[in-house]
């Protein structure tokens, strides 16, 4: 309910002018409606004369329900992560069309859409997606003068558990190079803006050893590693993460044969830092 002291018209008298009255609510309902307020409308104007009070009741459209449907995979908290429209708030027309671009953004759903019901309660929101195919299979195979023939095999899916994780294996093969590896990453972890990434991976690989322009043997290369990055995305300031990576190498050198090994581990903290104007 808003309050409106000494009304346009006569204050003094405590007459009241409909049509500058008129002007002041249509006024207020524009300036709602201008930041996204748009099923705001006054159901009830009292005037008390005796303290020259004008009383507008406001109908703020308060949002009794939001309603998810065509979410067979998806988990209902990642639609509602990147909904910003909740229950017992007032409707706010901005946050609808941010909160459609949000979920199709995020890559999950082919198509989004708001339908809005009318309630005595008030507005009923109902939500409705349409879920992409998410699993994957891609494989190739070519020829290569040094490495020969290579296949390879990917598989994955985009959708994980229904919790918008991604999990990617890639399968290589070769007769001088195999590589394989498993990745799992997360854009956010649960309701927060906290980021992921996990890649385990191993690799092989036989390089030609060459002396004056004769191949004289062969370097044989073994790498298997583990990287994990953490991290979070700032709106309006970029991303900071950290990454820790750990990897074995084992290199034999078939000409002289010697075997050397080694462990490399590293800690990286990255700041990304988005100084463009917008």
Same mark, same amino acid.
């Given at each position: ?25 249509? $006024? ?5 409606? @201008? ?5 705001? @409308?006054?159901? $009830? &104007? ?35 992560? %990147? ?8 409707? @706010?027309?901005?946050?609808?069309? +941010?909160? =459609? ?30 879920? /992409? ?16 023939? $290579?296949?390879?095999?990917? =598989? ?15 399968? +290589? ?15 956010? #972890? ?15 690989? $036989?390089?030609?050893? &060459?002396? /004056? ?5 062969? =370097?044989?290369?073994? /790498? ?9 995305? &700032? ?7 950290? +990454? ?13 044969? &010697? ?8 800690? #990286? ?5 988005? %100084?463009?104007?917008?």
């Amino acid at each position: 309910e808003e309050r409106v002291k000494n009304p346009p018209g006569n204050p003094v008298a405590g007459i009241l002018n409909h049509n500058e009255l008129q002007k002041l609510l249509t $006024e207020k309902q524009n300036e709602f409606k @201008n930041k996204g307020y748009s099923l705001v @409308n006054f159901t $009830e &104007i009292r005037y008390d004369s005796s303290q020259k009070v004008l009383n507008v009741v406001v109908d703020e459209g308060i949002i009794s329900q939001v309603k998810l449907e065509g979410n067979q995979i998806t988990k209902n908290w990642v639609l509602k992560r %990147n909904f910003k429209l909740k229950e017992n708030q007032p409707f @706010n027309s901005y946050l609808a069309n +941010q909160s =459609l671009s949000n979920l199709y953004n995020t890559g999950l759903f082919e198509q989004t859409s708001l339908t809005l019901n009318p309630t005595p309660s008030g507005p009923a929101l109902e939500l409705k997606v349409k879920e /992409r195919k998410y699993n994957f299979l891609r494989g190739g195979l070519h020829y290569q003068d040094e490495y020969h023939t $290579e296949g390879f095999l990917q =598989l994955g899916n985009n959708n994980l558990f229904g919790t918008g994780d991604e999990l990617f294996l890639h399968l +290589q093969y070769g007769e001088r190079k195999q590589m394989y590896s498993v990745n799992l990453k997360g854009d956010r #972890i649960f309701k927060t803006h906290l980021t992921y990434k996990l890649s385990i991976s191993y690799k092989e690989e $036989e390089r030609n050893l &060459i002396e /004056r322009h004769q191949r004289i043997g062969f =370097l044989n290369e073994k /790498r298997a590693g583990v990287n994990f990055s953490f991290g979070q995305n &700032i709106f309006k300031l970029g991303k900071v993460s950290w +990454q820790i990576r750990g990897e074995r190498i084992v290199v034999k050198n078939t000409a002289t044969n &010697i075997t050397e090994a080694k462990n490399l581990r590293s800690l #990286i903290f990255t700041s990304i830092m988005d %100084n463009l104007n917008k």
